[in-house]
T-cell receptor
Framework: GENVEQHPSTLSVQEGDSAVIKCTYS??????FPWYKQELGKGPQLIID?????GEKKDQRIAVTLNKTAKHFSLHITETQPEDSAVYFC?????????????FGDGTTLTVKP | GAVVSQHPSRVICKSGTSVKIECRSL??????MFWYRQFPKQSLMLMAT?????????EQGVEKDKFLINHASLTLSTLTVTSAHPEDSSFYIC????????FGPGTRLTVT
């Protein structure tokens, strides 16, 4: 089955700096890679996703890059703000329609210091 | 769009009783819903996949007779924790499959 590794487990940055979280996956058949943000006591929220036919996707301060050959994908947050502090999870799954079981990374706790 | 609700958000029950948690997709239909359990500072652990109109598929090690799942409609799935024990205390999260996978806000279960 799929195995997803996520690094780092904790990340602390100064407000305004960039944050990068990396994930690697094992199953070359995986073709959909979402990122979730989970605040304390809440459910995860989808913040950005990328499909295997795309190398990069950007949404305002958030971007995701995908390297299919190396089987890794990364979340980039620029101009970080204190409200970006949360746990971030990457996931990988194989599906033509986004349906199917996601394999999650272990999460990265991001702290943005004001 | 793509809002998933869970009810209740918090529940405290006595050991031996059963608790039902509801998961609803509010503005889309979800043929597939997933139930997760999350321990403090850990990732999401998939418990079961719930498909509308059919039996749920449970992950290895998850007792199907203890965690009863019903997916009676395209917008509602329920998880019933039967004969709850303190070790069942956890954060339970559902997700519904739409254009992506959308999570509910979670239910904090405490069994005393």
């Amino acid at each position: 089955g799929e195995n997803v590794e996520q690094h780092p487990s904790t990340l602390s940055v100064q407000e305004g700096d960039s944050a990068v979280i990396k994930c690697t996956y094992s199953d070359s058949a995986s073709n959909y890679f979402p990122w979730y943000k989970q605040e304390l006591g809440k459910g995860p929220q989808l913040i950005i996703d990328i499909r295997s036919n795309v190398g990069e996707k950007k949404d305002q301060r958030i971007a995701v890059t995908l390297n299919k050959t190396a089987k890794h994908f990364s979340l980039h947050i620029t101009e970080t703000q204190p409200e970006d502090s949360a746990v971030y999870f990457c996931a990988a799954l194989t599906s033509n329609t986004n349906a199917g079981k996601s394999t999650f990374g272990d999460g990265t706790t991001l702290t943005v210091k004001p | 769009g793509a809002v998933v609700s869970q009810h209740p958000s918090r529940v405290i029950c006595k050991s031996g009783t059963s608790v039902k948690i509801e998961c609803r997709s509010l503005d889309f239909q979800a043929t597939t819903m997933f139930w997760y359990r999350q321990f403090p500072k850990q990732s999401l652990m998939l418990m079961a996949t719930s498909n509308e109109g059919s039996k749920a598929t449970y992950e290895q090690g998850v007792e199907k007779d203890k965690f009863l799942i019903n997916h009676a409609s395209l917008t509602l799935s329920t998880l019933t924790v039967t004969s709850a024990h303190p070790e069942d205390s956890s954060f339970y999260i559902c997700s519904a499959q739409g254009q992506g996978q959308y999570f509910g806000p979670g239910t904090r279960l405490t069994v005393t």
